[in-house]
DNA sequence: TAATGTGTAACTGTAGCAGTTACACATTAT
DNA sequence: ATAATGTGTAACTGCTACAGTTACACATTA
């Protein structure tokens, strides 16, 4: 099983969002042809960001910035950001063991502090790493083939 | 979203293997019983554990044991026999990013060593807790209900 | 007031998983 | 031998999460 691609999918926006120049808005038309799909899934990903203060964008407005600076966004912010739906776990536990079992009846008990310190590890990790890290690994600013909108 | 819970229930299973003397045989049956589930499911993950050779299993013969010791299993190695299907990935790429693109064109190369590094470090976590360790957390082997058949 | 973009709801299609039934096959007890 | 028991799988159902899409309400701007 695979974590969901929202996860890339958001580090690319806010990559793009730092490598483009100010003077230049971002919609999330240009950004979905970056990434290859549609504008509502990259709506929905930046709406994420925004509800984790990742980004500023407002309805109507033309243009999504990013909240912090470059350096201050790390790909933890990212991931957390994105996954909603599992609170804190990673992996899962069994939901209802036979409590009469003696291994059973404490299995979650025994497994969960574990599982947390794996996460943590992971979480570490990309708690390492900036966006403005990973920004130094692409070539400067230009237009390539005009999917960039001027404002 | 969140990984499959086989892999706790194949840390449950193995528990419940290293925590039964020799003399008594488990079946998929009385594992069900602990696990709370169908004896099919528990067929399925033994399925896996034995592919990945930690359990000793052979159809028609009772009796599910361990292949190595409980202090020589290590968390990963059932991480490891569980996840089949993500090989060796668990955060997605975005499958096919726009090349034209300066940012989509690198954005996997960039991101996979990222990825990488915090999955090995979620490994490396998992690596160094054994059944064995877990096992010391449960009380010492009784038969609660019956569930465990002698033979 | 028209054009443009954000924010969402609703729907479709797909994939993986849990759970179950059914059955082939191997082993063991009688 | 043969019945009983257990493993190994295929096939099916139902559920859930997600990607992708259409449609539209609403805010902003020219």
Same mark, same amino acid.
């Given at each position: 099983m695979q974590l969901s691609s929202r996860f890339p999918v958001a580090v690319q926006i806010l990559i793009l969002i730092a490598w483009t120049p100010?003077?230049? *808005?971002?919609?999330s038309d240009v950004i979905a042809q970056s990434v290859n799909t549609n504008p509502v899934l990259i709506r929905r990903v930046v709406g994420y960001l925004k509800k984790s203060e990742l980004v500023l964008v407002s309805?109507? *407005?033309?243009?999504? *910035?990013?909240?912090? *600076? =470059?350096?201050?966004?790390? +790909? +933890?912010?990212?991931?957390?950001?994105?996954? +909603?739906?599992?609170?804190?776990?990673?992996?899962?536990?069994h939901p209802d063991p036979n409590l009469k079992c003696p291994i059973g009846n404490q299995i979650n008990k025994v497994l969960t502090p574990r599982f947390d310190r794996a996460r943590k590890s992971m979480e570490e990790s990309l708690a390492g790493v900036t966006i403005e890290e990973l920004l130094s690994?692409?070539?400067p600013?230009?237009? =390539?083939?005009?999917?960039i909108a001027k404002q």
């Open positions: 100010d003077e230049y *808005k971002l919609t309805p109507g *407005k033309r243009g999504i *910035k990013l909240a912090k *600076k =470059p350096g201050e966004i790390t +790909l +933890l912010d990212v991931y957390q950001a994105m996954e +909603l739906t599992e609170q804190d776990s990673l992996f899962g536990l690994e692409f070539p600013f230009y237009i =390539p083939e005009g999917f």
